[in-house]
């Protein structure tokens, strides 16, 4: 889930007045001309897009952090400042720490990028056997392993109980929907069995390797490694739009924060500050080197990490409605890289609940920006991915954020219009069997079980009228009513509404339930709700 947004996700490329009252008063060495002009855009911003409720924005120029700093409120209702020392999940930025960390190994020779990765994990196995045997360390990092995109995610998201031993364990059940090393599609589990093989190279637990690493030698004091480690008191609070119609639109609301990603972090668990999050990028500008002139790894492995190995995209080039629109986009190791503008970037986004974030490095210049937010507002990040960039190259001569807002209205309007459709029964005929015949466990190997029953009115077994419920029994978030939708389709109605809803349609052979396909309902849904890679059989 875990690029851009929860919702168009970890890959797609997206007056002012009283503006003294959204910036925080601290503000990190603001000297220079590239800060002020971030400094005053972030401002622009915020007061376009008035329901956005905090930001934290790091700027780097010329090999110095010149803005860290705080703006908007942490929690919608309070005055409850963000500054520069406000923690933010970064989620999918994590990956370019992942894949520095197994550059730092392959430097001191305890494993090689092109090892295979049953050499390091003996019961590493893919659903095809030869992709297991074929499968490098190099190939869990850049998205071109053949599964589909987002695969397996629900044994990483929302709160579920899977370990991590169990998310690597799922693998070898996934279904290969592309050709290895022949496409790409952007997963998240296999950086779960990255950090399973820094694991059992390092004989260090992967949050451990982070802190004593990364963290800790950069000085990143108020950076952790998960959610779980993250100090309340200084939090932003993570806010989406609920509905209606559905998730995604709607009014702003404060979302519970869930602290429950340990297992998947090496994929997406750092949670930082802009003040922190600057020490981080300086190490990267400088090629793994410290302005001290320490070093965390060598030229040739930051070399290496930049290098494109998948080719995601490609295009014409700038267009006047897009004069960033890059003519080839590319994955290396834990970052994307395209030309913006004329000149090479690198950057990466990451997309949590409630948390939308961005880097954006531009090496040439050995400057960069990193975004923070605390609301899933695609426009708000696409505004600041673009306009950021923009400023780090002293150009300010395109409306971002005009084109965020046209962009997203024509986003809403044809949400709508598809949403309307998938929610419009084709026949309406009722289910063709009695409820109870659709009550029993259903098994997908990769996922585990999903538990279906039949209760009384009071939600206890037992009285007049029957209902179904439906239980994702390692998803606690994932349990609800399943109600009827069109003749052997059923819609789930989760008491947490702040998840996906899905339709789940049974399938019948002799007059009995066997097995049954899932699909989310709306359109706008994160792709890490794949309930499409399930394949549910009936096993009681």
């Excluded at 690029?3 to 009283?18: D, E, I, K, P, Y």
């Excluded at 503008?341 to 090496?363: C, D, K, M, Q, V």
């Excluded at 024509?410 to 949403?419: C, F, R, S, V, Y």
């Amino acid at each position: 889930m875990l690029t851009t947004t929860r919702r168009s996700a970890l890959v797609s490329a997206f007056a002012t007045t009283g503006l003294a009252a959204f910036g925080s008063r601290a503000f990190a060495r603001e000297t220079g001309g590239v800060a002020a002009a971030i400094d005053q855009y972030a401002q622009d911003v915020m007061a376009a897009f008035p329901d956005q409720p905090g930001l934290g924005i790091t700027v780097v120029e010329n090999g110095k952090v010149t803005l860290a700093k705080g703006y908007g409120v942490k929690t919608l209702g309070t005055q409850d400042r963000c500054d520069e020392n406000t923690i933010f999940g970064i989620a999918s930025n994590t990956k370019a720490m992942t894949a520095a960390l197994i550059g730092m190994l392959v430097e001191e020779g305890r494993l090689s990028w092109d090892d295979p990765v049953t050499r390091h994990l003996p019961d590493f196995a893919m659903s095809d056997p030869i992709v297991t045997k074929l499968m490098t360390v190099r190939d869990l990092l850049v998205h071109r392993s053949g599964l589909t995109l987002g695969a397996g995610d629900l044994m990483l998201w929302p709160s579920p109980t899977h370990t991590r031993a169990e998310i690597v364990a799922g693998l070898k059940y996934l279904p290969i929907g592309g050709q290895f090393r022949g496409g790409y599609a952007y997963d998240n589990v296999l950086y779960v069995a990255a950090g399973a093989v820094i694991e059992a190279v390092s004989g260090q637990r992967w949050e451990e390797m982070i802190k004593t690493r990364i963290f800790d030698p950069l000085g990143m004091t108020s950076t952790v490694a998960s959610p779980a480690l993250v100090d309340r008191s200084r939090r932003a609070s993570p806010h989406a739009r609920l509905g209606p119609p559905t998730r995604g639109l709607g009014p702003q609301k404060v979302l519970p924060f869930d602290a429950s990603f340990d297992a998947a972090a090496p994929a997406g668990g750092t949670n930082s500050t802009p003040k922190d999050i600057g020490r981080w990028m300086l190490v990267q500008l400088g090629l793994g080197m410290l302005p001290d002139g320490k070093r965390l790894w060598n030229e040739p492995t930051a070399r290496e990490m930049w290098k494109p190995h998948t080719i995601t995209s490609w295009s014409d080039g700038p267009t006047a409605e897009n004069p960033a629109r890059p003519s080839m986009q590319a994955y290396g190791l834990g970052w994307f890289v395209q030309d913006h503008r004329g000149e090479r970037l690198l950057w990466h986004t990451g997309g949590l609940a409630g948390f939308i974030s961005y880097t954006g490095l531009l090496p040439g210049r050995k400057s960069g920006i990193m975004i923070m937010t605390n609301a899933e507002e695609t426009p708000v990040l696409r505004s600041l991915r673009f306009g950021g960039p923009d400023r780090l190259q002293g150009r300010a001569d395109y409306d971002w954020i005009a084109s965020s807002k046209r962009v997203q209205a024509e986003a809403e309007a044809q949400t709508l219009k598809d949403l309307a459709r998938a929610t419009t029964p084709s026949s309406g005929a009722k289910p063709s069997l009695p409820l109870e015949a659709y009550a029993g466990v259903y098994r997908d190997p990769w996922y585990g079980a999903v538990t279906i029953s039949v209760v009384g009115p009071s939600g206890k077994k037992g009285g007049k009228t029957r209902s179904l419920r439906v239980s994702f029994d390692k998803t606690p978030a994932l349990r609800g009513k399943l109600e009827p939708f069109d003749g052997e389709t059923f819609k789930t109605v989760f008491d947490d509404r702040t998840q996906e809803d899905a339709f789940i349609t049974f399938d019948l052979k002799d007059g009995r339930v066997v097995s049954a396909l899932v699909k989310a309902v709306s359109p706008l849904a994160d792709f890490s709700y794949d309930y499409q890679d399930l394949r549910l059989t009936r096993v009681s």
